[in-house]
């Protein structure tokens, strides 16, 4: 399948902003939708709407099957031993807060370490700021390098016996970096720690295997995927996941019930207290199997080679900084235009029908680490093209016009 016959099952693709057609480059904050997922949510609501796991009537059965049906998609997608080793969540922030409630407060006490790194998006920092709050841990960080990757080496300093938890991003949403958490995994392991990694800017972009990865937690998000909102996993490993609390309680998740005590159900379903995101979890399978047919080498492949035109292209706007490493990035590019504000810009840019992202990104310490306040950010995917790109440096020249800057 190639790019123009991608593009054609993206329905939103196909209209006008501002006189213009439309070019999105910010599918790093949110991915669009293929008509397959589309239409898996409508036929959920239209033929087999209905609560999962308790009624033996038709619809119920239709839904419950639908609803595991994705969670096997799930597990299969990202290399997990077990379907029982895949928790829903709303997404990767939820994913994150489950660990960092459960499993940390359990284990963490007053001189243990949470090593994370200044790069993390607010999502991967804040639960871990209230961690070490409630149990007396220390936050450390792995320093960056210059371009804003992190080496091996400083891995290793930083990472000691009094670590219990490292977090990290697999792909910066701002730096386009992509970490060696395989290997932060070994060094965190031979310390005695775990490992959590934020997986929501590289599921929807690469082939992930946790059990190669070896980590202990994985978090993702369906709409950074091409599946809808509100609906992402966490993926932990099963021994870890039998011995630790949930950490929502209702209907769902319990076993027994008396009026003093209560016991849960077994995994998965612990985790998942109330009516779950059926739908949500329905479509995401769907947008499972669109990005299996596509390929994720496929796309891998497409986004790199994006990416590399987009350096080549931008790096040779005059007053144009770009942020991040020059080689091992994804497909994004964050970047400033001389002393224009990156809202300014994505404004110019939106009146030429060119969608991108400006702001902090979520990640204000990572801006402070940059000495800058906001940047703006081109994000691609597997829809996007190098016209896309052509669109976006020619709207970036119009900027500088319009803003008195002088073109390179």
Known sequence: MNTAEIRELFPILKQEVNGHPLVYLDSAATSQKPIQVIEALKHYYEWDNANVHRGVHTLGSRATDAYEGARAKVAKFIGASSEQEIIFTRGTTTAINIVASSYAKAVLKEGDEIVLTPMEHHSNLIPWQQAAKATGATLKYIPLQPDGSISLADVENTITDRTKIVSVVYVSNVLGVINPVKEIAQIAHKHGAKILVDGAQSTPHMKVDVQDLDCDFYGLSGHKMCGPTGIGALYGKKALLENMEPVEFGGEMIDHVDLYESTWKELPWKFEG???????????????????????????????????????????????????????????????????????????????????????????????????????????????????????????????????????
């Open 274 to 408: 109330g009516t779950p995101i059926i739908g949500g979890a329905v479509a995401l399978g769907a947008a499972i199997d669109f990005l299996q047919e596509v390929g994720m080498d496929n796309i891998f492949k497409h986004d790199i080679q994006l990416t590399n035109y987009a350096m080549e292209r931008m790096t040779q706007i005059e007053d144009l900084t770009v942020y991040g490493p020059t080689s091992n990035r994804a497909g994004l590019v964050t970047f400033n235009l001389g002393d224009v504000h990156p809202h300014d810009v994505a404004t110019v840019l939106d009146a030429e029908g060119v969608a991108i992202r400006a702001g902090h990104h979520c990640a204000q310490p990572l801006m402070r680490w940059l000495e800058v306040s906001s940047t703006a950010r081109a994000s691609f995917y597997l829809y996007n093209t190098e016209e896309d790109i052509d669109r976006l440096v020619m709207a970036l020249q119009k900027t500088k016009e319009y803003f008195g800057h002088a073109i390179g």
